[in-house]
Structure formats: structure tokens, C-alpha cells
């Protein structure tokens, strides 16, 4: 091998790029996204759409609300179950999801994801 | 190979490749295989076969240093050199490498030739193929190196700070409602636009259209097709739930990193709910990571190598011996007659150093012919 000096190390910066996400998580406990019902919301067994819609599309929709409400004054949302509910982040949203910090927070921060709801609504305050 | 088949095979190719983990994983629920199995043989020949490359071009010598450079070569105290194009220390081949590296320079160089008025000759400023190249490459950067967010917990801060340089555009509702959430990536976009771009002049530019062959289209149909289904799955859910009243598209990314990290740490989980389009896209990419190492797409590696770039021009100051110069084996003509005398003199051919023995038969003989 030619130049072997400079070849190793240049596999060698190479190899420690690539396994990045490898070797960046050895010693790091795992933090998995724990997001706790309140029991309003457990007791309610179904948000405003199916699980796996809101878990996908719930940003879209809170977006499509927010349009709604502000430009057509438009605050009831028919759902597909047929139930009807009032468009509010605060008021319905944040009745059952009461806690910021134990439901948002916990797949947002996973995520990395920095939703810009609080831009204009006031977070809630929580302590811990 | 005519450019229409080279296109059309590589669309096969790519079509096969889409459908392999739908079906797959749709019909047959094969997820554990396109999830686990497939990514981790994917990035192990992605790591072995760039070794067995780079180790295989270290192993072929390059013995001289090659001066194709664009710039005066150092000689002279009183000739001004041109310290970068044409380096003659490590310092300058640095900075010269940064350049090929970073801006693709070789490609700033492009002109085009081309006859405009009548029979002249003009050579035109062309600089779209390296605008597109940038954004090609950069955009990929981006596009992955945001991807780390899947990779990684807690996200370090230079992920974040991507993500939000590349999604500070905001789009409200436009083009329709729902696509612009969660957030306009700009990256993703720049990407499909620079591949259309460099596939339509692989096109147009007749010269180009002729050398170009199915490696030259398939990784670019391959490439369009990843970016194609990561797009889907984060801007089109709402478009699809529209039309279709059902959203095939969407995928909840919370169980994608669920997946992704349990690769990263060596402990794969499967978790539900992950729709088969992102099986789709995790196939396309290990199969750009298996393909990798054999095509073209290695100038990743290769541009390090390249010899006209990463070698200083010191010819005039460095005595480089060729490696392969081994000891030539050789017969000189004192040699061939020590090898063949007797038979020569047998044969009556001239010599240059007679020996003892043959010279006493020439002698003894030249006698008897005298007797005679």
C-alpha cells in the first residue's frame, strides 16, 4: 500500500463519521418518549380522531383549526365519528392533554421537533 | 447502448426495486427482513466494499506527479508562482483539495464549445452543471445529516441548528392545506430539483446523451425515488387523506425512531403502524448504500485520490523512484557468448574471446587442413 499512512487515516475519519450515531449513543441512557394520558383523556378512550390520524396528522389539523377559527370564525369541527367539537388548542386539546411537559414535550423533544404554537398561545406554566 | 433503453432499463430497475419491499412487506408482512436484515447487510457492504476500493487504488502506485495543473509551476525565483493550482508543498495541495472538495472546482472550469457564427469556434462561460452539482451535493448533505435527528438521542445541537436553517421558510397553507406541516424542509426540494436538472441536460446536451449509460441513470432514478418517498411521507399525508379519504403516506415518526435506534444500538425492534412507503424509502436507501461501493457514485472516495489534485508538483525538487522498477534481468553479449561460444565456433561465427579448449581444436584442426 501506497501512502499507507495517510490512507488509514483517512478510512479511519471515515469509518468514525459514518458510525456517528453508533458510538454517540454508547453510555447514554435511551430516553424513550413516555407521553401519560391525563384521566380525562383515558376516560374519554378516543381523541377527536382515531389514534394513529392524530399521531400523523394532528399538527395538520391543529393548523387547519387555527385557519378556521381565525379567518371564518368557524369553531365546530365535525369529527369522523360523528361527534362534534369546539376548535380550541386551549380550551378542548388542553382540557384532556392538561400537561405540556408529560404529553406534548415527550415525542416533540424526541423528535427534536419545535411546534410553533407557543409562539402565540401562552404555555402553561408547570412546575418540574 | 441506445439512451432510451439505458433510460427505460434503469426505470425498470428502480420500478423492480419499489416494489420488492411493497410487496414484501404489504403482502407478505416481511418487515422484520426489509427493516432489520436489509439496512444492516446494506451498510456492512457499503463499509466493506469502500474499503476493498480505497485499499485496492492505494495499492496501485502512482510514481510520478502529474502536472495538469491550470497554474505556473515554481522554478524561478524571478517567475511568479502559482502556489494553489500548482502546489509544490503540502499547504498548497490542502487548499487546493478543499477547493475540489468543497466547490468542485474542476466543474467551475466547464466552458462549452460550441460553433455560433458560422465556422468559429467560441468557448462559453457554463457554470449550470456545477450550480446543479452544488445544489445537488449540498442539498443531500443537508437532507442526511438532518436525518441524524433519527439517529441520535438527544439530538446534538448541530442537527437542530440545521433543521432550522433549512425550514425557515414558512409557507402557512400554501400550496394547500396541511402540506406545509410539520414545517417546509427546503433541502428535499433543492435535491429533486437539482436531480431533474442534471437528468434533463444528461438529455439535451447531445454529447452527454451519448456517453451516458444505465449507471449513469440508474443512480439518479434511484436517488430521485428516495427523495421522491421521503417527501410523500412528510408532505403529502394530508393531500392523500384528501383525495382518498385514506393516508397511505403519512407515517408516525415517533415508531420510526423508535426503528432507526434500535438499529443504531444493535437491539432492531419492528414497531407498528409504519406504513409500507417508509419501507419503500429505508429499501431505496440500503440499496444505494449496497450499490455504493461499485459504481460511480465512489468519486465520494475517489476525490481524495485523485492524483492531478492531491499531489504537489515538486518533480523538479523530489527525485521520485518508480515503485515497480525491480531489478530488470538481462543477457548481455558477453554473456550470450559464454553461453553459445563452442556452438559458434562449431558454426564458424566470429568471437570475441576464444577459449582454451575451442582454440586448441580450431588450432589442431587448422593443422590437419594444413597437412592436407
Redesign the interface.
Given at each position: 500500500?501506497?501512502?499507507?499512512v495517510k490512507?488509514i487515516i483517512?478510512?479511519i475519519i471515515?469509518?468514525v463519521l459514518?458510525l456517528?450515531?453508533?458510538w454517540?449513543?454508547v453510555g447514554?441512557a435511551?430516553?424513550?418518549?413516555d407521553p401519560k394520558l391525563a384521566e380525562k383523556a383515558l376516560k374519554a378512550e378516543q381523541c377527536v380522531e382515531p389514534k394513529?390520524?392524530m399521531?400523523?396528522?394532528h399538527?395538520?389539523l391543529l393548523?387547519?383549526w387555527r385557519?378556521e377559527v381565525v379567518r371564518s370564525a368557524d369553531r365546530y369541527y365535525q369529527s369522523s365519528s360523528g361527534k362534534t367539537y369546539y376548535k380550541s388548542l386551549q380550551v378542548t386539546c388542553m382540557d384532556c392533554h392538561s400537561s405540556k411537559k408529560e404529553f406534548c414535550d415527550q415525542?416533540h423533544d424526541?423528535?427534536?421537533?419545535v411546534?410553533y404554537c407557543w409562539d402565540c398561545h401562552i404555555e402553561p406554566k408547570e412546575n418540574g | 447502448m441506445n439512451f432510451i433503453l439505458g433510460i427505460l432499463f434503469s426505470i425498470v430497475v428502480v420500478s423492480i426495486l419499489v416494489f420488492i419491499p411493497w410487496i414484501g412487506v404489504w403482502a407478505w408482512d416481511l418487515r422484520f427482513v426489509f427493516g432489520v436484515i436489509v439496512p444492516y447487510a446494506a451498510i456492512a457492504i457499503f463499509i466493506m466494499g469502500i474499503l476493498y476500493r480505497v485499499i485496492g487504488w492505494a495499492r496501485s502506485p502512482v510514481p510520478f506527479r502529474i502536472p495538469t495543473t491550470a497554474g505556473q509551476q515554481k522554478s524561478l525565483a524571478w517567475i511568479k508562482p502559482n502556489r494553489i493550482d500548482n502546489p509544490s508543498n503540502a499547504f498548497g495541495v490542502i487548499i487546493r483539495m478543499a477547493f475540489e472538495v468543497l466547490l468542485f472546482r474542476s466543474l467551475f472550469r466547464n466552458t462549452s464549445l460550441e460553433f455560433r457564427q458560422g465556422n468559429r469556434i467560441t468557448y462559453e462561460w457554463e457554470k449550470w452543471l456545477w450550480v446543479a452539482a452544488l445544489a445537488f451535493h449540498y442539498s443531500f448533505l443537508v437532507v442526511v445529516l438532518r436525518h441524524l435527528r433519527f439517529f441520535t438521542e438527544p439530538i446534538p445541537a448541530f442537527v437542530h441548528w440545521i433543521e432550522n436553517l433549512d425550514g425557515f421558510l414558512e409557507m402557512g397553507i400554501a400550496p394547500f392545506s396541511g402540506f406545509s406541516l410539520p414545517g417546509i424542509l427546503i433541502s428535499g426540494f433543492v435535491l429533486l430539483a437539482a436531480l431533474t436538472y442534471l437528468f434533463l441536460r444528461r438529455l439535451y446536451i447531445s454529447q452527454t446523451r451519448y456517453i451516458s449509460l444505465p449507471a449513469d441513470y440508474f443512480p439518479l432514478f434511484l436517488i430521485i425515488g428516495i427523495a421522491t418517498t421521503g417527501v410523500l411521507m412528510r408532505y403529502m399525508g394530508a393531500f392523500m387523506q384528501f383525495i382518498f379519504g385514506a393516508d397511505w403516506f403519512s407515517v408516525p415518526v415517533v415508531n420510526v425512531k423508535e426503528l432507526a435506534m434500535g438499529l443504531v444500538t444493535f437491539h432492531p425492534v419492528i414497531p407498528e403502524d409504519i406504513g409500507t412507503i417508509f419501507y419503500i424509502h429505508l429499501f431505496l436507501v440500503s440499496i444505494l448504500l449496497a450499490y455504493f461501493p461499485f459504481s460511480k457514485l465512489m468519486h465520494m472516495g475517489g476525490i481524495f485520490l485523485s492524483p492531478t489534485r492531491n499531489l504537489s508538483n515538486n518533480n523538479r525538487m523530489v527525485r521520485h523512484v518508480n515503485p515497480w522498477d525491480y531489478p530488470v534481468k538481462t543477457h548481455t553479449y558477453e554473456e550470450y557468448e559464454d553461453e553459445f561460444r563452442e556452438k559458434m565456433v562449431e558454426a564458424g561465427l566470429p568471437v570475441e574471446k576464444i577459449s582454451e579448449e575451442s582454440a586448441e581444436d580450431k588450432t589442431g584442426s587448422s593443422e590437419e587442413a594444413e597437412k592436407e
Open positions: 500500500m501506497y501512502d499507507g490512507i483517512g478510512i471515515f469509518l459514518l456517528f450515531p453508533a454517540y449513543q447514554k435511551a430516553k424513550v418518549p394513529l390520524f399521531k400523523t396528522q399538527m395538520k393548523d387547519e385557519d415525542c424526541y423528535l427534536g421537533v411546534p | -
